[in-house]
């Protein structure tokens, strides 16, 4: 019953987690109260009734009314969330207001970075009070970087000090793209209930007040953590090695780079270089181990409390302690709080199965953190757990009799058949939440499991107290980032697949299950076909001589998927959003990836402007690519770009009159003209504007940033062959484009806009908004629809589709923000 009782839990919370928008208060407090109720008469009836029948019956009912408390507590727990959020009417305004900055702030290129607790209501510019939620992640630029009227940021700042800041506010948002990262559920999960930015803003300046108080536990191990995140970049040694040293003793993965993220991915290792629920996990298990060990060295320890009872609550005791000090984050919370109720059930001898354990434990981490179960690393740590506490073999006076050679073999066995299960036990949960694996992964791990926890990470803890030691944790680990450095570039050391349907995703994982379970060798190895549709799912393609479109979410920028049966064309490649940072990484490669993507046939790049071009670098290292059609003006150093492995792309000039034929799609470039370009021509007038049409007369009208001169000799010299049923909104939708004389020769069905959310360039234009109104064309606009895709079913909005009460969504008045448009 226990068992029923805590997948009940877990169910009626999973399913509180799929709703779209959340009901009114208090439906879900009635629900919770009525179904507690419910819950305890159940339970007690199943207990104490003495008929089979009856105590059957209360204990289904008991089941049933736990799922319904589940969802019930889990849907308040959202609606106190929600209302944190900032109000919309008080995005965009300046505001004052003083608190702390709290938690661990992050230090880039860019600026400063930080989470920041208001301390009592903002006032705006008429000096009127308004409450403000009750942590904000704000940015403070470097001055020179941010926009006009930000001021830069300081030189430092202090986890704990009080700020006096001139603000500017708007609501989470995110790029929502399918199968993406989900930015507004990991905010709303921390607790940020708005995002902005700090500026200067008279005649009240950026002001520190006071520094941490001396009195608050949380204030003072925040500003200790920071103080030795840096002392471990600044004796550390090389940036890419002091990066790596401050994620795992503070937790601050911020300090390593994109390069060095892409490294430890791509070899497998990337769980261990920051300090997430897996992290913390092993740790405990090791400081157990070790703990248990040096009390069966002591008879008077042994005497006064047994070994088991010291090594378990040992390991949850420095667990504790390593997730205080790396930040007290999501992750390592619900792994503390998972590994307490473990040892507690252990302490009180109960002898659940690991299977049980893991359960009441996910059950109550789910009760804590209900949003903890659309995070890949609860299920990874469950599983991790899992399998340490199966592995787990009775300790006896036969251990104490091996010698040390027998020790030393027996440890050595159990640890590479400890790396052998996880990595078959991981492998097709970690390809169904990430979409690829590192084939490399099992030999780096081999070595990089025990040499970072056992060498790197206590030398890096000790450097907390002898600061010398980090310039010697940082030489243990320079010889393992050279072994990686020799791994990552093998052929084959990622496999990557498209994103598995719900079905496969299902076989995969009984497959996997199937491998490791102690069950006999014919019945594992019936395990291996069920890998098979996880390991290549199925993929969608469009029909000979139709096209699928997808206009891709990636803020203030351009980036437009063509898909026909056997070809794929990108034309632009969004922005880059700072160092490291653009949208090829960020976004395009990972929607590559889950559609199954693995080369490009043509990278259409319309003109030079950073919006447009900021993710070719990364594409373009990442994917072969068969062609680059560029309106890049001549010694631009795009051009000459080389593609993985330094094989050369050929470059091919955009040049009205091009034209070919993939799959039966005609595609053709309609501007500029050949030898258009010449020395002061503005960058938009030379925008490669791309016609597709497939055999069904289904067109789309791709136009980079083409201003009204363009659009007028278009116009002019195709007439009703410009006709389009999709329209790439020129420039973004500014007042320099979309003229009447143009929207009236494409007539398109829809067009779309694609622009970052609240863009201080501030498009699309309303002037030109109500031009398309008047035109009676639906604008869809992806800062309010995400991702627009359309095929032969139809058309839809990512935001729309993969809605939940956590995402942002648009206005009532927003027009076709989340508009569906059929094919006809």
């Not at 970049?233 to 911020?254: C, F, H, N, R, Y």
């Not at 001898?349 to 299977?355: A, D």
């Not at 359960?359 to 209900?370: I, N, S, T």
């Not at 506490?389 to 027996?410: F, K």
């Amino acid at each position: 019953m226990i068992a029923a009782l805590a997948l009940a839990w877990l169910a009626g919370t999973a399913c509180q987690l799929q709703q779209p928008e959340l009901w009114p208060t208090t439906a879900y407090g009635l629900m919770a109260g009525l179904s507690g109720l419910a819950l305890v008469g159940g339970v007690t009836a199943a207990a104490r009734l003495r008929q089979a029948r009856l105590r059957a019956m209360g204990a289904a009912v008991a089941i049933a009314v736990s799922a319904l408390l589940a969802f019930g507590l889990a849907g308040l727990r959202g609606d106190g969330r929600v209302a944190e959020t900032l109000p919309a009417a008080l995005e965009g305004i300046d505001l004052v207001t003083t608190g702390r900055i709290v938690r661990l702030p992050q230090v880039d290129a860019e600026g400063l970075h930080f989470v920041f607790a208001p301390d009592g209501p903002a006032r705006n510019a008429q000096g009127q009070p308004v409450a403000l939620p009750s942590h904000l992640w704000l940015s403070w630029p470097r001055a020179g970087l941010g926009e006009s009227g930000m001021a830069g940021a300081p030189q430092h700042a202090m986890a704990g000090e009080r700020w006096q800041l001139p603000l500017r506010l708007k609501r989470p948002h995110g790029a929502m793209n399918p199968e993406g990262f989900d930015a507004e559920l990991y905010l709303f999960e921390q607790g940020i209930g708005a995002t902005g930015s700090v500026r200067a803003s008279a005649p009240t300046d950026p002001k520190r007040l006071d520094g941490p108080r001396g009195w608050r536990l949380d204030e003072q191990l925040d500003a200790s953590r920071q103080r030795w995140r840096d002392a471990a970049l600044l004796k550390g040694g090389a940036p890419e090695v002091a990066g790596v040293l401050a994620a795992l003793t503070v937790g601050d993965q911020s300090a390593i780079d994109s390069p060095g993220w892409a490294l430890f991915r791509q070899t497998g290792v990337a769980h261990l270089m920051s300090i997430s629920g897996l992290h913390v996990t092993l740790f405990a298990w090791l400081a157990s181990a070790l703990i248990g060990r040096l009390w069966r060295a002591s008879p008077r320890l042994m005497h006064a409390w047994p070994a088991p009872f010291a090594a378990r609550w040992g390991g949850v005791l420095m667990a504790t302690g390593y997730a205080l000090v790396a930040g007290w984050g999501v992750p390592a919370q619900r792994t503390v709080w998972m590994l307490g109720l473990t040892v507690g059930l252990l302490q009180l001898g109960l002898r659940w199965p690991p299977l049980l354990v893991c359960l009441v434990a996910g059950a109550a981490v789910a009760a804590v953190d209900p949003w903890a179960l659309l995070q890949p690393g609860f299920w990874l740590s469950f599983v991790a757990v899992a399998l340490l506490i199966a592995s787990q073999g009775p300790a006896g006076a036969a251990d104490q009799a091996m010698s040390w050679r027998q020790r030393l073999s027996g440890v050595l066995y159990g640890a590479l058949r400890q790396q052998v299960v996880a990595t078959l036990a991981l492998a097709p949960l970690t390809l169904l939440l990430f979409e690829q694996i590192s084939i490399v992964g099992f030999f780096a791990n081999l070595v990089a499991v025990p040499w970072v926890t056992l060498v790197v990470t206590p030398l890096a803890l000790a450097g907390l107290v002898v600061s010398p030691l980090w310039a010697l944790a940082g030489w243990a680990l320079q010889p393992l980032l050279a072994l990686l450095r020799l791994l990552a570039p093998l052929p084959m050391a990622v496999w990557s697949v498209p994103a598995a349907p719900v079905w496969a995703g299902a076989l995969g994982l009984a497959g996997g299950a199937l491998l490791v379970l102690p069950l006999p060798w014919k019945a594992r190895l019936a395990g291996l076909p069920l890998l098979l549709p996880l390991l290549a799912p199925p993929v969608q393609r469009p029909e000979s001589g139709r096209f699928e479109l997808l206009a891709a979410d990636v803020g203030q920028g351009s980036a437009i998927l063509v898909r026909t049966a056997n070809h794929l064309l990108l034309h632009d490649t969004g922005p880059s959003y700072g160092q490291d940072n653009d949208a090829g990484q960020r976004v395009l490669l990972p929607l590559l990836r889950a559609r199954g993507e693995t080369r490009l046939d043509s990278l259409v790049l319309s003109h030079r402007d950073a919006d447009h071009v900021g993710g070719a670098p990364a594409l373009l290292a990442a994917l072969p690519v068969g062609e680059l059609r560029t309106g890049l003006e001549p010694g631009h150093a795009l051009r000459q770009s080389t593609g993985p492995g330094g094989l050369n792309v050929p470059h091919v000039d955009c040049e009205a009159g091009q034209s070919w034929d993939w799959d039966g799609v005609h595609f053709e470039v309609l501007h500029p003209a050949a030898g258009a370009w010449h020395p002061g021509l503005k960058p938009n007038a030379m925008s490669c504007v791309l016609r597709v049409a497939d055999s069904a007369g289904h067109s789309a009208l791709l136009t980079g940033d083409i201003e009204a001169d363009q659009e007028a000799a278009l116009a002019e010299r195709l007439g009703p062959a410009l006709r389009s049923d999709i329209l790439l909104i020129p420039h973004h939708g500014s007042q320099t484009s979309s003229t009447a004389a143009f929207l009236a020769a494409v007539r398109p069905r829809v067009a779309i806009a694609q622009a970052g959310y609240r863009s201080r360039f501030g498009h699309p234009h309303p002037a030109v908004l109500a031009r398309y109104a008047a035109a009676g064309i639906p604008v869809v606009r992806t800062d309010h629809c995400g991702a627009w895709f359309s095929n032969d079913a139809g058309a839809w909005c990512t935001r729309v589709v993969q809605r939940r009460y956590w995402h942002w969504q648009p206005p009532a008045t927003s027009p076709a923000g989340g508009a569906v448009v059929a094919n006809e």
